[in-house]
C-alpha cells in the first residue's frame, strides 16, 4: 500500500512525496453516544485507514487529490482562503484541518501538495472523516515541527467537526484514531480524557464488521437532534443534582429521578446514555475477566438501548446485529458508531465465522433488498508517520 500511494502521488503531481503518514479509522466495541455526555467509551483503532503523501511547495498552493475521490480532480487552494465550500466536498475535512490549526496560531509559510488514499469504506460510520483529519494533522505538525502532542492534535480534529463541518461530535473518534494500538481497544473516559488499554479476545474471537451499504449522513440532523436531547435532559437534572454531564448520575440516581423529565423523548434518550455508561464499564470488567458470554450479553443490550431509547439504528442496522446475535458461536453484536446506517459489529468464533456471514448475509438481503458487505477487524496503532518516502 505505501509504495502504491507513493507512486500514485508522483502520477498526479509529477513529482516525488517527501513524506507519508496514516491515520486509522476506528470501530466502537461498546459506550455509543456517550462521549458528548462525558461518560465511557470503548473504542478500537483498526488497521484499516487514510494513506497521505506530502511534498512541500514554494508558493502559498493548497492541492490536494483523493484517490477515493478521482473524479473531484485536483483541489487548489489558497492558503489564504480556507474557508468552507460545500463544492470542495471531502476536500473541506483536510481543509479543516488547515483552518483550525491556523486560527490557533499554527499557519505554514508555504503551502503543500497532498494525496490522500483510503481502504476504509467512506461514510460507512468506521471513521473515514476522523481518519483523514488526523492524517493531516500529524502530517502538517511533523511537517512543520510544531511539536504538538497527539492529545492536542486531536482536540484540534474534533473542532474540525465542531466548528468547520458543523456536526456537535464528541471525542471519541479523534481519540480512538490518535491513541490506538495493536490488539487492544481503548477505554476512555470523555469526562477527564484518561485512558488505559485492554486487550481484545481475538485469539478465541473475530470481530466481523458487517456494513449495511446504507450511507449516513453524520451531518444530517438526527446527531446535533440527539445531542441537543441530551442537553435538555442535563438541564433538567441540574434541577436536582450539581452534575456537568448525564453520565455523573449512577444508574440508581437516575431510577429516582427519571420521573422528573416530562418529555418521554428526552427520558428515553437520557435513561439510553446512563445506562450505556454503565454497561461500558462492565464489558470491560467482563472482557478482563474473560467472561466473554456477560461481555456479548452486554453489547446485544447495547444495541437494543440503541433501538428502543435512542432510536438510532433503524431496519437495516437491526436486522444485520439481531440476526449476528441468533448464529451459533456469536457472542454479542451491535450497531457501531452514530447509528442511521453503517455498520454493525459481531464477536464470533474464529471456526463459525464464515457460516454466520452467509446466513446474515442471506437474511439481510431478504429483508432488505440490500447486500451487506463484511470485512473483518483488525485493532492496530495509531496515527503516525510510515517510512518510505523520499526513498524510491
Ligand atoms: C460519531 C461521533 F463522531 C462520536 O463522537 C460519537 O458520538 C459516536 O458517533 C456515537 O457514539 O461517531
Same mark, same amino acid.
Given at each position: ?274 445506562? @450505556? +455508561? =454503565?454497561?461500558?464499564?462492565? %464489558?470491560?470488567?467482563?472482557?478482563? /475477566? ?5 461481555? *456479548? !450479553? ?50 464470533? @468464533? +474464529? =471456526?463459525?465465522?464464515?457460516? %454466520?456471514?452467509?446466513?446474515?448475509? /442471506? ?5 432488505? *433488498? !440490500? ?22
Amino acid at each position: 500500500m505505501n509504495r502504491a500511494v507513493l507512486e500514485e502521488f508522483e502520477q498526479q503531481y509529477s513529482r516525488q512525496a517527501e513524506r507519508l503518514f496514516f491515520a486509522p479509522g476506528r470501530i466502537n466495541v461498546i459506550g455509543e453516544h456517550t462521549d458528548y455526555n462525558g461518560g465511557f467509551v470503548f473504542p478500537c483503532a483498526i488497521t484499516n485507514g487514510t494513506y497521505a503523501a506530502a511534498a512541500g511547495r514554494n508558493d502559498r498552493q493548497l492541492r490536494l487529490v483523493s484517490g477515493n475521490f478521482l473524479d473531484k480532480g485536483v483541489i487548489a487552494l489558497p492558503l489564504d482562503d480556507l474557508s468552507f465550500q460545500p463544492e470542495d466536498d471531502w476536500a473541506n475535512y483536510p481543509k479543516g484541518v488547515f483552518a483550525v490549526l491556523a486560527a490557533e496560531g499554527y499557519y505554514p509559510e508555504t503551502g503543500y501538495d497532498i494525496y490522500f488514499s483510503g481502504n476504509i469504506p467512506n461514510g460507512a460510520g468506521l471513521s473515514s472523516s476522523a481518519s483523514i483529519e488526523l492524517a493531516t494533522a500529524v502530517l502538517l505538525n511533523e511537517c512543520e515541527g510544531w511539536g504538538l502532542s497527539m492529545k492536542t492534535l486531536v482536540q484540534y480534529a474534533q473542532q474540525v467537526e465542531n466548528k468547520y463541518i458543523g456536526v456537535q461530535t464528541g471525542i471519541m473518534d479523534q481519540f480512538a484514531i490518535g491513541f490506538g494500538k495493536d490488539g487492544h481497544a481503548m477505554l476512555l473516559d470523555c469526562a477527564s480524557l484518561e485512558y488505559d488499554y485492554a486487550p481484545l479476545p481475538t485469539k478465541k474471537y473475530t470481530i466481523l464488521i458487517m456494513n449495511t451499504n446504507k450511507s449516513r449522513e453524520l451531518a444530517g440532523s438526527a446527531y446535533n437532534e440527539r445531542r441537543a436531547e441530551c442537553e435538555e435532559a442535563l438541564a433538567e437534572m441540574q434541577q436536582h443534582r450539581p452534575i456537568t454531564g448525564l453520565c455523573e448520575l449512577s444508574v440508581e440516581e437516575w431510577n429516582q429521578l427519571s420521573h422528573e423529565i416530562n418529555n418521554e423523548t428526552v427520558r428515553k434518550r437520557a435513561r439510553h446514555v446512563i445506562y @450505556e +455508561h =454503565d454497561r461500558t464499564k462492565q %464489558a470491560v470488567e467482563m472482557l478482563k /475477566a474473560e467472561n466473554y458470554e456477560a461481555f *456479548g !450479553r452486554l453489547l446485544n443490550e447495547s444495541h437494543r438501548s440503541l433501538k428502543e431509547d435512542y432510536e438510532v439504528t433503524g431496519l437495516e442496522l437491526d436486522t444485520l446485529a439481531e440476526t449476528a446475535q441468533q448464529q451459533p458461536g456469536v457472542i454479542g453484536a451491535r450497531m457501531t458508531g452514530a447509528g442511521f446506517g453503517g455498520c454493525a459489529i459481531a464477536f464470533v @468464533e +474464529h =471456526d463459525q465465522a464464515e457460516e %454466520a456471514e452467509k446466513i446474515i448475509a /442471506a437474511v439481510y438481503e431478504k429483508e432488505t *433488498g !440490500r447486500k451487506a458487505s463484511f470485512y473483518k477487524a483488525a485493532a492496530g496503532g495509531g496515527a503516525r508517520e510510515l517510512a518510505g518516502a523520499g526513498q524510491k
